[in-house]
């Protein structure tokens, strides 16, 4: 037994719990206080901000187009034609998803050297910068800036994207660790319902005010600014890339209650020693990079799993029902000036399936969530599809069926794929890959929302009432793939998770682990000094009775 381990059994005596020493104490009140607390502190400056700063951009279309062709007429002379503002207008939109790829390339090196909590804090400087800038366009009279500003907050959002998940994952007990981190997907959709409340005309969406409204994502930024930093950083941050023990435990002891649970300690003890090992015999890096990953045999299936499931979450289309959404209900016969209060019923509809999730995912299960929301997402587009078919052959009542069908694809997303997929690469990945594998997430993410926000149009164009098919393909192969290569992973250890990918390649190595996570003798010759083809013993003090 190591001497990390050991000192497992100091911290076992001082807990306050005598009777059940390896015992979960983040059921303690005051546990779940602190972390409920971090979680609205980190998520009010993340994922919110995604979800706030994609909606908000929505209400203004016609006032900044507008704003555009005036500028330039003042500057030039002469206005713009019509595909001219519009080629600017998409220049902007499309501005927030590649500065949302940067930000998810620069969201593992700064979690590495920051941080998980510092990064959140600092990746606020991104979206003031922003906000001031936008508030200064109509007096510089340059539309340029709001080009600029929407980069920059798109930075914002992709660092939040990556980091906040992570620090969740990292931070709750391993029974609330899918709740917790699915929170994320709660907060995105709260964004996106408060960002359509803040942007009626009646609020910041009329033509005098709209500066304001884009710049309003500066108010959460700052309560993150004032409220995060009273909260501790990520145990496993502190402990396994800092290596600093007596941190790791103060942060553990104010996240669960004022005690330290045995075995959650053993874990990542166990871990931090493994990793050591590890990078003493020169075969890992303290932190894998992208690159690395992808040369990593022993992790190919981890990352196919987390490429599939990112670029499917962007690439199903749930964005394009956002956009589709007002011609479908214009067409279903609501006055123009009121759908901008039927719009509001889609974010609160992927808000509500969030909250649901949220209560179902430690009962039912990451994968079948998962699988389960793109299977019911494949049987809203047939019958969606179907309906617009029969909507243009003037059909009675189809109208309100596609209606129905928008709310209901909503709901299914925001069921499964809105959350699990931001959780897989915090439960599959060990502590050196985990923020390379959000880089690859979070690019694949982004990417494929650019590719969606530009091709859209013309898939609309070119396929009219079956525009919806590709998406069907999309969830189709996503819930195909995603069903023979993901494993279950609610409530299970790092190792135990390990194992379960392990078995799928027995074609290329030898398994090192039974369907427990127990380790067994055998390992692949040139391996045996890999962080992760060592073994894995969730409880190595327990696991005899003793």
Same mark, same amino acid.
């Given at each position: 037994?190591?001497?990390?381990?050991?000192?497992?059994?100091?911290?076992?005596?001082?807990?306050?719990?005598?009777?059940?020493?390896?015992?979960?104490?983040?059921?303690?009140?005051?546990?779940?206080?602190?972390?409920?607390?971090?979680?609205?502190?980190?998520?009010?400056?993340?994922?919110?901000?995604?979800?706030?700063?994609?909606?908000?951009?929505?209400?203004?279309?016609?006032?900044?187009?507008?704003?555009?062709?005036?500028?330039?007429?003042?500057?030039?002379?002469?206005?713009?034609?019509?595909?001219?503002?519009?080629?600017?207008?998409?220049?902007?939109?499309?501005?927030?998803?590649?500065?949302?790829?940067?930000?998810?390339?620069?969201?593992?090196?700064?979690?590495?050297?920051?941080?998980?909590?510092?990064?959140?804090?600092?990746?606020?400087?991104?979206?003031?910068?922003?906000?001031?800038?936008?508030?200064?366009?109509?007096?510089? +009279?340059?539309?340029?800036?709001?080009?600029?500003?929407?980069?920059?907050?798109?930075?914002?959002?992709?660092?939040?994207?990556?980091?906040?998940?992570?620090?969740?994952?990292?931070?709750?007990?391993?029974?609330?660790?899918?709740?917790?981190?699915?929170?994320?997907?709660?907060?995105?959709?709260?964004?996106?319902?408060?960002?359509?409340?803040?942007?009626?005309?009646?609020?910041?969406?009329?033509?005098?005010?709209?500066?304001?409204?884009?710049?309003?994502?500066?108010?959460?930024?700052?309560?993150?600014?004032?409220?995060?930093?009273?909260?501790?950083?990520?145990?496993?941050?502190?402990?396994?890339?800092?290596?600093?023990?007596?941190?790791?435990?103060?942060?553990?002891?104010?996240?669960?209650?004022?005690?330290?649970?045995?075995?959650?300690?053993?874990?990542?003890?166990?871990?931090?020693?493994?990793?050591?090992?590890?990078?003493?015999?020169?075969?890992?890096?303290?932190?894998?990079?992208?690159?690395?990953?992808?040369?990593?045999?022993?992790?190919?299936?981890?990352?196919?799993?987390?490429?599939?499931?990112?670029?499917?979450?962007?690439?199903?289309?749930?964005?394009?029902?956002?956009?589709?959404?007002?011609?479908?209900?214009?067409?279903?016969?609501?006055?123009?000036?009121?759908?901008?209060?039927?719009?509001?019923?889609?974010?609160?509809?992927?808000?509500?399936?969030?909250?649901?999730?949220?209560?179902?995912?430690?009962?039912?299960?990451?994968?079948?969530?998962?699988?389960?929301?793109?299977?019911?997402?494949?049987?809203?587009?047939?019958?969606?599809?179907?309906?617009?078919?029969?909507?243009?052959?003037?059909?009675?009542?189809?109208?309100?069926?596609?209606?129905?069908?928008?709310?209901?694809?909503?709901?299914?997303?925001?069921?499964?794929?809105?959350?699990?997929?931001?959780?897989?690469?915090?439960?599959?990945?060990?502590?050196?890959?985990?923020?390379?594998?959000?880089?690859?997430?979070?690019?694949?993410?982004? /990417?494929?929302? $650019?590719?969606?926000?530009?091709? /859209?149009?013309?898939?609309?164009?070119?396929?009219?009432?079956?525009?919806?098919?590709?998406?069907?393909?999309?969830?189709?192969?996503?819930?195909?793939?995603?069903?023979?290569?993901?494993?279950?992973?609610?409530?299970?250890?790092?190792?135990?998770?390990?194992?379960? $990918?392990?078995? +799928?390649?027995?074609?290329?190595?030898?398994?090192? $682990?039974?369907?427990?996570?127990?380790?067994?003798?055998?390992?692949?010759?040139?391996?045996?000094?890999?962080?992760?083809?060592?073994?894995?013993?969730?409880?190595?003090?327990?696991?005899?009775?003793?």
């Amino acid at each position: 037994m190591s001497y990390e381990l050991e000192d497992t059994r100091d911290i076992q005596m001082n807990s306050t719990d005598k009777n059940e020493p390896g015992g979960d104490s983040s059921k303690a009140p005051g546990s779940a206080r602190t972390l409920a607390l971090t979680v609205c502190s980190a998520a009010i400056g993340g994922t919110f901000q995604y979800g706030y700063n994609i909606s908000i951009i929505n209400a203004p279309t016609s006032y900044i187009q507008s704003f555009i062709n005036h500028t330039y007429m003042e500057r030039w002379g002469s206005g713009l034609e019509s595909s001219q503002v519009t080629l600017l207008w998409t220049l902007i939109v499309s501005a927030f998803s590649l500065g949302g790829l940067l930000g998810a390339l620069l969201a593992g090196p700064m979690a590495v050297r920051f941080g998980r909590k510092k990064s959140l804090l600092l990746n606020n400087s991104f979206l003031l910068i922003g906000a001031v800038l936008v508030l200064t366009c109509k007096l510089a +009279k340059a539309f340029e800036v709001i080009i600029v500003s929407r980069f920059l907050v798109g930075i914002n959002s992709g660092v939040s994207m990556n980091v906040q998940p992570m620090y969740f994952g990292e931070s709750a007990p391993k029974r609330l660790r899918g709740a917790v981190a699915f929170s994320s997907a709660v907060f995105t959709a709260f964004g996106i319902f408060f960002g359509q409340v803040v942007g009626l005309t009646e609020l910041l969406g009329s033509e005098p005010l709209w500066p304001y409204l884009l710049a309003s994502n500066a108010l959460p930024g700052l309560i993150q600014l004032m409220a995060l930093p009273w909260f501790p950083e990520s145990p496993r941050y502190l402990l396994i890339d800092q290596g600093d023990r007596e941190a790791c435990i103060q942060a553990l002891r104010r996240l669960r209650g004022g005690e330290v649970p045995t075995l959650e300690m053993e874990e990542m003890l166990e871990e931090q020693q493994q990793m050591s090992a590890a990078i003493k015999c020169g075969s890992v890096a303290s932190a894998k990079t992208p690159w690395s990953l992808f040369k990593d045999r022993d992790l190919q299936y981890q990352l196919r799993t987390v490429m599939i499931a990112s670029s499917g979450m962007m690439l199903c289309g749930n964005d394009s029902i956002y956009f589709y959404a007002s011609y479908i209900f214009q067409e279903a016969g609501i006055p123009p000036e009121k759908i901008q209060y039927v719009t509001i019923g889609t974010g609160a509809s992927e808000l509500t399936a969030s909250i649901l999730s949220t209560l179902l995912i430690e009962r039912v299960g990451r994968r079948y969530l998962l699988i389960g929301g793109y299977s019911l997402m494949i049987c809203w587009t047939i019958v969606f599809t179907v309906t617009l078919i029969l909507q243009s052959h003037g059909v009675a009542g189809m109208p309100y069926l596609s209606m129905a069908c928008v709310f209901a694809y909503i709901l299914s997303f925001g069921l499964g794929p809105a959350g699990v997929t931001g959780i897989l690469p915090a439960e599959i990945f060990d502590q050196a890959a985990r923020p390379a594998a959000y880089m690859i997430a979070g690019s694949l993410m982004w /990417f494929s929302l $650019f590719l969606v926000g530009m091709l /859209f149009p013309f898939i609309v164009n070119g396929l009219g009432n079956y525009c919806f098919l590709p998406f069907l393909v999309v969830c189709l192969v996503s819930a195909v793939v995603l069903g023979l290569i993901l494993p279950e992973t609610k409530g299970k250890t790092l190792a135990q998770i390990t194992a379960e $990918f392990d078995r +799928k390649n027995r074609g290329r190595g030898i398994e090192r $682990f039974d369907g427990q996570g127990n380790e067994l003798e055998q390992y692949q010759l040139g391996q045996e000094c890999s962080f992760t083809t060592m073994p894995h013993d969730p409880d190595p003090i327990h696991k005899n009775g003793n």
